[in-house]
């Protein structure tokens, strides 16, 4: 069993930057994908990027130039470093760990957190 837990969220200007962390507790060692995944209101949950055991990282085409991911598998910490935010980022960020690429829209296969939230606002 995986534990995850978000952090770093918050209030911030259009424009600004902030870094989230997701914590993760448990054995991992079955683990082959790791992604952040964000929901704004009455919206599907939609990918923002995903790390792939191996090195392989994708990007979604509104994350691209802006954010980062990256993974500590030492402290088993994953990161999400976001520059030039804009409103349109105000959302509830998740992490997922899961044992297999999971490409269908909306699923929630894996193991989640619960969320942190993003709110881009002057």
């Known amino acids: 069993q995986v534990q995850l837990v978000e952090s770093g969220g918050g209030l911030v200007q259009p424009g600004g930057s902030l870094r989230l962390s997701c914590a993760a507790s448990?054995?991992?060692?079955?683990?082959?994908?790791m992604g952040w995944y964000r929901q704004g209101p009455g919206e599907q949950r939609e990918l923002v990027a995903r790390?792939?055991?191996?090195?392989?990282?994708y990007y979604t085409d509104s994350a691209k130039g802006r954010f980062t991911i990256t993974i500590d598998n030492a402290k088993k910490t994953l990161y999400l470093q976001m520059n030039s935010l804009t409103p349109e980022d105000t959302a509830v960020y998740y992490c997922?760990?899961?044992?297999?690429?999971?490409?269908?829209?909306?699923?929630?296969?894996?193991?989640w957190g619960p969320g942190t939230q993003v709110t881009v606002s002057s």
């Open positions: 790390i792939i055991r191996g090195g392989t990282i």
């Open positions: 997922n760990f899961n044992t297999y690429i999971d490409y269908r829209p909306g699923s929630l296969s894996g193991y």
């Open positions: 448990g054995s991992i060692s079955s683990i082959s994908t």
